[in-house]
């Protein structure tokens, strides 16, 4: 049976009775396995815990792989794996998307469900729910993916904070909820900012009612797009000579005159003008990516 057939909606067809097919052996399998209450005097087993016919459904799905068995038990226990699905809902998941792996989940414990154990089935089925539930948030409920021990952190801070909110009557500090779990405080911040990552929002996403964005984007950095220049000017200069260097620092740095950096060195503004040409020529052959062979960094 394809399991479109068994997560759909009813069949069209009447769903058979729990007794089709059943054989003699069936019955008193059911009989013999089905979970029984206690007398509140005698504490006696007496009356059966569960739906006679239900339980029938799944010796039938045990022993013979009865595919309408399975398909009408999935019919009795839809609901009960859409109530999990609804209570362990977030906000930002699709609830048509865990309907979907607790409808998955369901199938698989039906399948693997002993009756002959005597429980009752939801006290079988109830921790596989819930447990393929978390995996899917686990997997696929972020945005983007974090550590393991994020995962194992989360849950159980939400859990230590609402019990501290209850006993104190105020929203605790991180120090109170990471001493409860016996945590750092380091960690235990880290898996709240990991939270974050759960849902992402649309960099053109429309501003919010209060006029917010949802996501701040910073001001340009004009500065950035100077950045691999300044490199390659750092590189550059440092193959040029001694003087060559001292020559544009007083000039472009220092803000001296030609005029000035020509009496300190004893030549006329005419040289430093020439010094000065040089160098920049220098530089700007050995910046241009499209050179091979630039101009030797050497002062004339």
């Not at 089709?20 to 509140?40: C, K, L, M, Q, Y």
């Not at 007083?250 to 030609?258: A, D, K, R, T, V």
Request: proline letters at 6%; charged letters at 30%.
């Amino acid at each position: 049976m394809e399991r479109s057939s068994v997560l759909g909606a009813r069949n069209s067809r009447a769903v058979p009775s729990p007794s089709s097919g059943a054989s003699v052996f069936d019955r008193r399998t059911a009989e013999a396995t089905i979970p029984r209450g206690v007398d509140r005097d005698d504490h006696v087993d007496t009356r059966p815990a569960v739906d006679p016919d239900v339980w029938l459904l799944h010796v039938r799905l045990q022993d013979h792989d009865d595919d309408e068995a399975l398909e009408a038990l999935v019919d009795e226990y839809r609901p009960y794996a859409l109530s999990i699905a609804r209570r362990l809902s977030r906000e930002g998941e699709s609830l048509e998307d865990l309907q979907q792996v607790a409808l998955e989940a369901l199938v698989a414990t039906l399948r693997r469900f002993d009756c002959r154990r005597g429980i009752p089935f939801p006290a079988f089925a109830t921790p596989t729910i819930v447990g393929a539930l978390k995996r899917h948030y686990r997997d696929h409920g972020w945005a983007l993916r974090v550590p393991r021990a994020v995962h194992d952190i989360t849950a159980p801070a939400r859990a230590a904070a609402e019990a501290l909110t209850m006993e104190h009557g105020r929203v605790p500090t991180v120090a109170e909820v990471a001493q409860r779990m016996g945590v750092s405080e380091e960690d235990l911040l880290l898996a709240q900012e990991a939270v974050r990552a759960r849902s992402t929002v649309s960099l053109d996403a429309p501003a919010r009612d209060d006029g917010s964005r949802g996501v701040e984007l910073p001001a340009p950095d004009e500065q950035l797009e100077l950045a691999d220049g300044r490199a390659a000017l750092a590189a550059a200069i440092g193959h040029l000579d001694e003087r060559s260097r001292t020559v544009l620092g007083l000039y472009f740095f220092e803000e001296q005159s030609q005029s000035q950096i020509a009496e300190r060195y004893g030549v006329s503004q005419m040289q430093v003008s020439r010094w000065i040409s040089a160098a920049l020529s220098r530089l700007r052959s050995r910046m241009r990516p499209d050179v091979d062979d630039p101009v030797p960094l050497v002062a004339a």
